[in-house]
């Protein structure tokens, strides 16, 4: 792809676009990280609640063993039974003391049905085992959890009147103790309340609110709180420590995500949906920006300047716009003018002189006239720009520059005394110097007048030096005309002059067939439905001369437009234009045939127009 | 209609009320502390307790709080006498000697009772008196010793 074939406005457009897709593509990206982010905020919270949930249950228990402890610590028949174990002297009742170690499992104790007692069991002031119940868990070790009797052993003084909980692993999966002094402030041994924590476990979903399932370390389900848990919830794992940091329990919450997740989707639809509208909305305002301040003063300079080029070198660009714009304008205002200038100082020259100059194309067409031509033969400057060598000259000019020997044209100009026929119809004698010039690659002539009078001759060499001049001056003037066409309103149509030789000749013959349609088409559309002649179209419309000949007013030009055989071979094409529609203007309300007809004919005939004039371009 | 339903004494009293009902809930999250100290009067912690009144058996506490509270549970040897209901005669039947060490004590650092109890002791002339503080929350959350009934 070709740089030039991009605009400014496709470039902006294509590049917003991409800006657009890439702000959307990451919106989505956005939003499905933060869905991901906020369900892991979601695992750890209910992880935290989980863990803060443990503790508490682990509180409830510790609570109530140590209120067990505290009041068979303080039972004097249990301090005289341990203390009786005392010494070296061992007189103790072992019996007896079991036995009131089972008390508590056989009449029961405050909040008996809180903790799922398993064992309670005596130590001496040395930690070492004197009793236990019978009742309750069997097959425990004999001896003290490792983690509580190593805090014992590091405890100082005043510590070891303090309870000591611990969760610890025993063969047979966790257990929860609590060591308090029997004896109170005066110990005499220790006691140790061991429950089962898997008891309690259920209270952890009573706190979270949530569906709980409780498993061992090796994997076996041992409890949950009974709620069911559906598709909609994400498990999260919690694994609660013993104290001495192993493993106890894996515990699974079920977070419900279906509100989470219909909430996300809705936050992000709207947040989006929200985002693109803005990105829209910017889009949009950042392209009517670029419409209001580039778009559209570039459309309009480049508008100007295609009207610049085309001739009307009065008008200049529109510099309102931004900086680089104004000074774009400026610029090319600036060079139009300079044009403008040069153009006018190379006509001003050939109109100073006071001889009639002219040159004729090939078709002995009028292709350029200084101002002398137009007041010798009465003409205005739009009329004579219409009539050809035998409007002006009775004498056959290329049948006299074919005959003329090279004696007759010393220095390539022939010399005579040419009959004129002035608009009014009288015809005058004047001098002439004839000279062949290259217009447009192509033979034509140049032609300088002077009136002959019987006391004054001018001189040849003076017309052969004006001829010369006129000839480059013409060189010059034809060159940039040909440029820029139209530019100079004394120059006929040179528009298809470059195009190849039988290509011209087929789009002249095409288009002079259109030319005379149209012209018939919108006269008999002008006679017909306004019952105007068409001497009225020429006056009214305005475009057409009227020439009076003999005191009889004509319209030779327009006359030679509606006629195939005599139709000029370079027609001003505009003018037809011009007419067909002035005439649908002034019939405007019709629907006859031949004004449908001028119609499809002016439409057929602009898109001839079009099609040669991108062509030449 | 307020007049005819009570009678003038009935309503100061139903105002009175009233009004302590509004101050309490005022002034529930605005519990006072205890002062930091009392001129002459030693502050101890829980552990200190432990050794004063394991080296000192005769050591004699108060616990100034309410009966219900104390019954709940109570540090070993402690003797309840609402700092409300303390009179000289009463701390003077427990110590008639004002020179030997009493300790107070309540439900901890928001509680004012002990505090009130001791400034009545020092009024009446006690000279060795001992302040625990941080009081029976202290106490409970080291996890030390308490007697329940």
């Known amino acids: ?617 | 209609m307020f007049s005819f339903l009570f009678s003038q004494h009935h309503q100061r009293i139903i105002i009175a009320s009233i009004s302590l009902l509004f101050s309490s809930v005022l002034c529930a999250d605005q519990k006072p502390y205890a002062p930091e100290n009392i001129q002459d009067v030693t502050i101890v912690s829980a552990e200190e307790v432990i050794d004063m009144i394991l080296a000192n058996p005769d050591l004699i506490v108060v616990d100034s709080r309410k009966k219900t509270e104390y019954q709940k549970g109570h540090i070993e040897g402690a003797i309840n006498i609402l700092n409300t209901r303390l009179t000289s005669e009463d701390l003077g039947r427990i110590s008639p000697d004002k020179s030997k060490a009493i300790l107070f004590y309540c439900n901890g650092t928001r509680c004012l009772r002990s505090s009130d109890s001791i400034k009545k002791a020092k009024k009446w002339g006690y000279q060795n008196l001992i302040w625990f503080r941080g009081g029976w929350k202290e106490w409970t959350e080291k996890r030390l010793p308490a007697v329940t009934e």
Not at chain 1, 531 to 543: F, M, P, R, W, Y
Not at chain 1, 589 to 598: A, D, F, I, R, T
Request: hydrophobic share 40%.
């Open chain 1, 1 to 617: 792809m070709k740089i030039e074939s991009l605009s400014i406005k496709s470039s902006t457009i294509a590049i917003f676009s991409m800006i657009g897709i890439t702000a959307i593509v990451l919106s989505l990206f956005a939003g499905t990280y933060f869905k991901q982010a906020a369900l892991d905020a979601q695992m750890t919270s209910l992880s935290r609640v989980i863990e803060v949930a443990s503790q508490e249950m682990l509180k409830k228990v510790r609570n109530r063993t140590f209120d067990l402890g505290m009041k068979l610590s303080h039972s004097r028949e249990l301090i005289s039974a341990v203390n009786s174990f005392k010494g070296t002297n061992n007189t103790g009742d072992k019996e007896q003391l079991v036995k009131l170690l089972d008390d508590p499992f056989v009449n029961g104790f405050v909040g008996v049905y809180e903790i799922d007692l398993n064992k309670i069991r005596v130590y001496n002031m040395d930690m070492e085992l004197v009793a236990q119940s019978s009742a309750g868990r069997k097959n425990l070790e004999d001896k003290l959890a490792g983690y509580i009797s190593t805090v014992v052993s590091n405890r100082k003084a005043p510590d070891r009147l303090k309870a000591i909980d611990a969760l610890w692993m025993s063969a047979q999966g966790p257990l929860f103790s609590t060591l308090v002094p029997l004896g109170g402030l005066r110990p005499v041994g220790y006691l140790e309340i061991v429950v089962n924590p898997v008891f309690n476990l259920p209270d952890i979903g009573k706190i979270t609110k949530t569906p709980v399932h409780f498993y061992s370390m090796s994997g076996k389900q041992l409890d949950s709180n009974d709620q069911e848990v559906t598709s909609g919830y994400l498990p999260v794992a919690f694994t609660l420590l013993a104290s001495d940091g192993e493993p106890a329990f894996k515990i699974i919450g079920y977070e419900n995500i279906s509100e989470l997740s219909s909430e996300m989707d809705q936050t992000q639809t709207v947040t989006i949906t929200g985002f693109l509208l803005l990105s829209l909305s910017t889009l949009l305002f950042a392209l009517w920006l670029f419409n209001r301040f580039l778009f559209t003063p570039v459309s309009r300079m480049i508008g100007d300047m295609e009207r610049i080029t085309r001739g009307k070198l009065e008008l200049t660009v529109n510099n309102k716009g931004l900086r680089e714009f104004h000074i774009f304008a400026d610029a090319f205002n600036s060079m139009t003018e300079q044009v403008r200038m040069r153009t006018n100082d190379l006509q001003r020259l050939l109109d100073l002189d006071d001889s009639a100059l002219m040159c004729f194309d090939h078709d002995n067409e009028a292709v350029y006239f200084n101002e002398g031509a137009t007041s010798l033969f009465g003409y205005s400057s739009d009329e004579i720009i219409d009539l050809d060598i035998a409007d002006l000259f009775t004498d056959d000019i290329s049948s006299l520059l074919s005959g003329a020997d090279s004696d007759e044209m010393p220095r390539g100009s022939l010399h005579t005394v040419l009959n004129c026929k002035h608009k009014d119809g009288h015809v005058f004698q004047s001098n002439a110097s004839i000279n062949t010039v290259d217009v447009m690659g192509q033979s034509g002539f140049a032609i300088a007048l002077t009136i002959k009078t019987n006391d004054e001759d001018v001189p040849s060499s003076q017309n052969d030096q004006r001829l010369n001049a006129v000839e480059q001056t013409l060189s010059s003037l034809l060159t940039f005309a040909q440029e820029n066409p139209g530019v100079i309103p004394g120059l006929g149509n040179l528009g298809l002059a470059d195009i190849g030789d039988s290509e011209t000749v087929s789009q002249k013959s095409l288009l002079r067939e259109h030319v005379v349609k149209v012209m018939n088409l919108a006269l008999a559309c002008w006679e017909h439905e306004l019952g105007k002649t068409k001497l009225e179209l020429a006056e009214e419309s305005n475009i057409w001369p009227v020439y009076m000949d003999k005191s009889t007013p004509t319209t030779r030009t327009l006359d030679k437009y509606l006629n195939i055989d005599i139709c000029p071979k370079n027609p001003r094409s505009q003018r037809a234009v011009d007419t067909a529609e002035f005439v649908l203007r002034n019939a405007s309300n019709s629907k006859k045939v031949k004004c449908k007809e001028l119609q499809e004919a002016l439409d057929a005939f602009r898109q001839l127009l079009s099609g040669i004039k991108s062509l030449s371009s």
